[in-house]
């Protein structure tokens, strides 16, 4: 797995040199086996979707953040910010309305965590540093949907407290260390300048004048949020949080990991104490991914819900945004799988917990040509406690998704 490798240190805006310590690593695949040599220095799919990986430095970022691969055409100010305007922010996910084709990609299926019987827990794997920030088909996309939340919604999609200002800036100057290495297609340095070569945006990341957090979101599909020890308890103190599974970045803040759970069913009495002492346990260089699923008949991606609407759910009251029905005609093309795939690192620098989510959504028709996995969706739903999927807000369409699923898997 990752090893940490200190690098040149990075000058900051007194001019002093600051040495910074980020993550080195040799490829292995997804559970930690270590990766064929001829897998190296290439484009790879899984599915039929296309994900860019680093076509020059296979062991990771093991220099000191420089040119990059190559020396962009781009003037070199702070923040040169182009956004296509979209119709709202509350556009759907690019991916709904895709064909099949491309939706084949990573989060259709492989970050369905189907359990049986149902088990509520964390679910940890190892993760590959390689594998850290993913990019597909959708980047183009939902990075000009970014842009438009951060133009209309950015006071409830960032928030942070003071004591996370210099976790903010770690987390930057890695991205910006990362992804020149790994995604050379879409991102070049110039010195201090970091250029996103698809939205023609530069960052110099030493700027201090910048928010972190904005750029942060500015550059990739994963929303953020940063954990801290604060009076001795580790409490979330920043994040940047875009596309929202129907919850409020706003509400969360400060709050320890009980208080951030705190309308989860199960989650005190039965894994809460196993994750206050991982989260307490976790260390530099050994991060790991989770994933959950849920199912919901609303697209869209920036979905922020207060906890009122949340208990709502939880009693079974029914929430239908879009103001149609469901049923098993049109349940295909009205519900979707919604994945997030989260990642949790340990900073060297400052210590803070950084937590990514990289939430994909995808139709539920997809299913329809796939009985054998439509069949053990089947399996893990009806294995899920009624607390759950009313927790999940679920309650409106359960049966019907259900049905539809059976059908799919010819039950």
């Known amino acids: ?151 209309t919604r950015k006071s409830v999609a960032i928030a942070s407290q003071a004591e996370a200002t210099e976790a903010n800036w770690e987390v930057l100057e890695m991205l910006a260390e990362f992804l020149p290495m790994q995604f050379p297609d879409r991102f070049a340095q110039s010195g201090n300048t970091l250029h996103n070569l698809s939205s023609g945006e530069s960052f110099n990341i030493l700027d201090r004048k910048l928010d972190p957090l904005e750029v942060v979101a500015r550059l990739i599909q994963e929303d953020i949020c940063l954990l801290m020890p604060v009076d001795g308890v580790l409490r979330l103190v920043s994040g940047a949080v875009l596309f929202p599974q129907r919850w409020h970045l706003l509400e969360k803040m400060g709050m320890d990991m009980i208080g951030i759970h705190m309308p989860v069913p199960l989650y005190e009495d039965e894994i809460g104490p196993s994750v206050n002492h991982f989260m307490t346990r976790l260390k530099v260089g050994k991060p790991v991914w989770r994933a959950n699923w849920t199912i919901v008949d609303d697209p869209t991606l920036f979905q922020p819900l207060n906890e009122e609407d949340i208990y709502a759910a939880i009693q079974g ?82 049966n019907v998704a259900l049905e539809y699923l059976e059908k799919c898997a010819g039950l």
């Open 317 to 398: 009251k029914v929430r239908n945004p879009n103001g149609f029905s469901i049923d098993i005609g049109n349940a295909g093309s009205r519900l979707y799988t919604r994945c997030e795939r989260e990642t949790l690192i340990r900073l060297p620098r400052t210590g803070a917990i950084l937590f990514t989510i990289r939430t994909y959504i995808k139709p539920l028709s997809v299913f329809e040509s796939r009985p054998t996995l439509a069949a053990k969706m089947v399996r893990a739903m009806e294995a899920l406690p009624e607390s759950i999927y009313k927790y999940k807000t679920m309650a409106g369409f359960y």
């Open 1 to 151: 797995m990752a090893s940490l490798t200190p690098l040149t240190g990075l000058p900051v805006a007194n001019g002093n040199l600051r040495q910074s310590y980020f993550y080195s690593f040799i490829p292995h695949d997804r559970c930690g086996a270590a990766a064929s040599p001829t897998s190296r220095n290439v484009k790879f799919s899984r599915g039929r979707c296309l994900v860019i990986q680093a076509s020059k430095c296979p062991f990771g970022f093991q220099r000191p953040v420089g040119n990059g691969n190559r020396e962009p055409l781009l003037d070199s100010t702070n923040v040169a910010m182009t956004s296509p305007p979209i119709t709202s922010p509350y556009a759907p996910a690019p991916s709904a309305e895709a064909p099949d084709d491309v939706n084949l990609g990573p989060g259709t299926f492989e970050y369905l965590p189907l359990k049986v019987p149902y088990k509520m827990m964390m679910g940890l794997e190892p993760l590959n540093m390689k594998n850290w920030i993913e990019i597909d088909v959708f980047y183009d996309e939902e990075m000009a949907l970014r842009r438009e939340i951060l133009e």
